[in-house]
């Protein structure tokens, strides 16, 4: 059997040869590391107040070329390197003075440290709906959600797509509530032509290896306020040390941490920023190719953001309709798929509120921060039930696939087209 793609129709499987995993790393990259390793300063960060290098309470000069480097890209005022995306959402709670007695809307449908990061500093997460055809929050069910306990919102740009910012930024406003925007998967995505991660407070970014761009670990917080940014800063290094050194006179959540990213990792970062772009309109040529392919399947919802939404598909997310297919249940399609050479799966994460710690509501000692006093007139919904939108996608609809991606070509994404064909006809 060779090593290529066989013609529809016949029995060998439309695909034989391996999918490629997503690697940007290069010469550029390499050249990056030797220049620090030749420095001999892996990292320059210093927990005391001095600005200015070669040791710094903000970082060495790699550190600072990287934060420049995505401010101007992004159209922020302040970027504050963290190491990693999970730090920077920590950061970014500590840094907008939540805790106990606030509730915070988070997604269900998410990487679970989305609804932890409140949990960190006491407060409460309470789980909005999600957009069926997005993934994204849903803003009428933000609004279904809301108590007077209600003092911020984490948006999750889920799959690379925009959530509905301007919806979002309305409930924000007409509440006086902080917006937190994670943004680890949505890299150059933009909604009404400006770049996610700044509409709200702090936009989030991740430099993951799983990434669209990555440097291992690593992550980015955005922000267009220069008291927030001092806060994330402090809470990156060590705060509780120098904030008297700062004359910042919130001491609020200022016990800081080592959020720090090295010179190495913000080196390769510098450069795999550099190539952003690149990589995303590769993404989406293919994303593309797949859609227009398989439109016509009716058993098959492709991605179809609205217009005013500039997705870049770090995932490339399909919904599956059994019953417009002789109701074959999902698993089974998949494995049909898998046979010919076609890797998607199923569900994408268990809606977190699913999660042992939520059921038990156990965070920390003695039930904390739910059974806190300052707690004591929280009581969101963890049931199965609460969001059945996300339910109903991990259960019976979500297929992703994580292909769709350099260094896959257009020739690959057909190989995609052609297996959904097989399978479907």
Known sequence: MNDQSAPIGTDTPVRTKPWKESNAIGEEERLAVERVMQSGNLSMFQGSFKPNPPLSFLGGPEVQTLEALAKDYIGSSHAISVNSATSGLYAAVGALGLGFGDEVIVS??????????????????????????????????????????????????????PADMEAIMSIAHEHDLKVIEDCAQAWGASFKNKHVGTFGDIGIFSFNVHKTIQCGEGGLCVTNDPDIALRLQMI????????????????????????????????????????????????????????????????????????????????????????????????????????????????????????????????????YPWTAPENSESDPNYAKGACPVAEDLFENEFLMNLHLCPPQTKEDAMDVVKGIEVVCR
């Open 108 to 161: 269900p449908y998410t990487m679970s440290a989305c609804a932890t990061a409140p949990l960190v500093y006491g407060a409460i997460p309470v789980f909005a709906d999600v957009e069926r055809e997005t993934g994204c929050l849903d803003p009428e069910s933000i609004r279904r959600n809301l108590t007077p306990r209600t003092k911020a919102i984490l948006v999750v740009h889920q799959f690379g797509i």
């Open 236 to 367: 990156r290094n060590h705060g509780e040390a120098i904030v008297g050194d700062t004359q910042h006179h919130d001491l609020t959540n200022i016990i800081g941490f080592n959020y720090r990213m090295t010179e190495i990792s913000a080196a390769i970062a510098t450069e795999q920023l550099k190539k952003l772009d690149r990589l995303n309109a590769i993404r989406l040529e293919l994303v593309k190719t797949v859609s227009e392919g398989i439109t016509h399947h009716e058993c098959l919802s492709v991605p179809s953001p609205e217009a005013d939404r500039s997705a870049t598909y770090y995932v490339y997310p399909l919904r599956y309709h059994a019953e417009k297919f002789n109701n074959m249940p999902r698993a089974e399609f998949v494995k049909k798929l898998k046979e010919q050479g076609i890797i998607f799966y199923e569900g994408y994460v268990k809606p977190i509120y699913m999660l042992p710690m939520f059921q038990s509501r156990t965070a920390y000692k003695n039930g």
